[in-house]
């Protein structure tokens, strides 16, 4: 098995003994492998990086080690002042030295620590994992922020600009494909009607961007529930991981990514649209544990625009669902037909949920 021959090209001691498909992930194809030796045992992820999404793996890489150096750094700086042992995973180089090795044909692979006696979750499991999330968010973006964007690449351009993934959408509607899609079914009619019906509202984040209100800073670009670490032990959030999108970009993307993952309760891979909906209990207990651990980062423009990040990123990933449905699934990876579809009809249902709570979600937003 290819996985089994890549593990054995990283720096690691002992002797292979399994290496499984972990089945989580949208994008890169990721493994976990264990190695023993003969009075230890060590396990880590072992992953190939997408090469439809990432098309320069090397900067990904880059980005990463940049990342990984400086924070581990502050996390030992601030250790003996914090109320935990807060964590990021490390990179383990391969046997040439490189933080990556590639493929006979021609795939990126990389090796990086789990964090031990922790769980991720792909939905949430109570108010107190929301508060947890929200406090691994807001420690990491108070840290991130000190990170100097011009040190980071931008390894996804256009990724959470979502104009642009509205202009794809219009694009890939011309297609015979996507026309061949949507005519046979009145799930999608229904939902690009929904999409339609927004499109005065794509630009809000990118307009405020442009006006000088909100500023590009170093985001994580994926704090979904899932890239969450929580300590088995203790219950508290230990880590954020998922590192390929850390780049320079609005830190609204990350709010209203993280808010609209972890506030509905049903997961984003749900076939059960009567369970999804936007908690707001949820939504105070990850605001509440934001607050306290990004230490008051919020400026009163950035609460200004919560709300409209959460609703905006929800209907974003509507839309890069519906349109990689439309296109014959060539970004997100399916476990079976019509599952973009399915995907897409979740964060729409969420979008409802959200528009539905406008008053409670301000409100939260402004008491923050
Ligand atoms: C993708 O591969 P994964 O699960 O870490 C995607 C995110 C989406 C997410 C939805 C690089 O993340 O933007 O929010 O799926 N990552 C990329 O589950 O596109
Ligand atoms: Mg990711």
């Known amino acids: 098995m290819q996985a089994a021959f890549m593990a054995q090209r990283f720096q690691v001691a002992g002797r292979l003994v399994t290496v499984d498909a972990t089945g989580s992930g949208n994008v890169n194809e990721t493994f976990q492998a264990i190695f023993r030796t003969v009075y230890s045992e060590e396990r880590f992820f072992l992953q190939r990086i997408s090469p439809n999404v990432f098309k320069e793996p090397e900067r990904v890489m880059e980005n990463m080690l940049y990342v990984t150096s400086f924070v581990h750094q502050r996390l030992e700086d ?29 795939y990126y692979w990389r090796a990086i620590t789990a964090i031990a006696s922790a769980s991720s979750y792909n939905s949430i499991q109570s108010p107190e994992h929301a508060y947890e999330i929200g406090a691994v968010l807001g420690h990491f973006h108070r840290i991130f922020s000190e990170l100097d964007v011009n040190h980071l690449y931008d390894t996804l351009p256009g990724f959470h600009i979502t104009p642009q993934y509205l202009a794809q959408l219009d694009q890939v509607l011309q297609t015979t494909e996507a026309k061949e899609r949507l005519a046979s079914s009145a799930v999608a009619g229904n939902v690009l009607k929904f999409i339609d019906r927004h499109r005065d509202s794509i630009s809000v984040l990118e307009d405020a961007k442009a006006r000088g209100e909100l500023i590009l800073r170093p985001i994580h670009g994926d704090p979904k529930t899932a890239n969450i670490m929580i300590d088995d032990a203790t219950g508290k959030g230990t880590s954020i991981i998922d590192l390929d999108t850390v780049k320079p970009g609005l830190i609204h993307y990350d709010l209203g990514d993280c ?10 891979d749900t076939t059960e649209l009567s369970n999804v909906f936007f908690d707001s209990d949820l939504c105070e207990a990850v605001l509440l544990g934001y607050k306290e651990h990004s230490r008051n980062f919020l400026t009163d423009a950035d609460k200004e625009y919560l709300y409209d990040a959460i609703h905006l990123i929800t209907l974003e990933l509507a839309i890069r669902f519906f349109t990689d449905y439309l296109a014959g699934d060539v970004y997100f990876k399916i476990r079976h037909a019509g599952q973009n579809l399915e995907r897409a009809r979740v964060q729409i249902k969420l979008c409802q949920s959200i528009e539905a709570r406008r008053p409670q979600i301000k409100r939260l937003a402004e008491a923050l």
Do not use: H, M, V
């Open 259 to 268: 808010l609209r993952s972890c506030c509905n309760p049903a997961g984003e």
């Open 78 to 106: 601030e250790g003996s002042f914090s109320d935990r042992i807060w964590q990021l995973p490390r990179i383990i180089p391969a046997k040439d030295g490189k933080y990556f090795t590639i493929d006979g044909d021609g």
